[in-house]
């Protein structure tokens, strides 16, 4: 199957937002020591550009966790490596690349919870609710997608697409 690739988000548009976003994150945790969990490896770039604009004393860690499943379809979810500070008493920050069914950001933030973090909100490059099976509370979102398959600034398909510097949505060739 063949795909081509049309422009959703470019660049500016999400370096502004990012922007955006660190403000009103300062705002809620001026004179706290934040530590944002990334969730690998699509929120590697998006949490990047987040950091550098943040003024505020951050730690910054990574959690992994698998999908399995094939193309564009979730699996079960599996955890493929925790997050190595120690959170216990301090508010944390997710900081993913997309929310599509809701699964893997529910799995990270109860286990962070159960960690014993002060307090565990989610920021998002993207949230998509075309295939939402369970209900997150999101606290940050960069952009809201209603549907299509995303590549770019993270988001990958079968591993592709991940370092395109913009967003687009996949789009099948007939």
């Known amino acids: 199957m063949d795909y081509k690739k049309e422009l959703l988000i470019p660049r500016e548009v999400i370096a502004e937002r990012i922007k955006e976003l660190a403000e009103a994150i300062e705002e809620e945790y001026r004179g706290k020591e934040l530590i944002l969990i990334g969730i690998l490896k699509g929120a590697v770039f998006f949490l990047t550009d987040l950091a550098r604009e943040l003024s505020l004393p951050i730690k910054l860690d990574f959690i992994r966790v698998a999908s399995y499943g094939s193309g564009m379809e979730p699996g079960s979810i599996s955890l493929t490596k925790d997050v190595e500070l120690s959170v216990e008493g301090?508010?944390?920050?997710?900081?993913?690349?997309?929310?599509?069914?809701?699964?893997?950001?529910?799995?990270?933030?109860?286990?962070?919870e159960s960690k014993g973090a002060e307090s565990v909100k989610v920021c998002v490059l993207i949230d998509k609710k075309e295939r939402r099976e369970k209900q997150i509370n999101i606290d940050y979102c960069a952009f809201r997608v209603e549907k299509g398959f995303l590549v770019g600034y993270g988001l990958d398909y079968n591993e592709e697409g991940r370092c395109l510097p913009e967003i687009y949505v996949l789009k099948e060739c007939k």
């Open 90 to 112: 301090k508010p944390v920050l997710i900081v993913e690349d997309i929310v599509d069914t809701g699964q893997t950001l529910s799995y990270v933030k109860e286990l962070l």
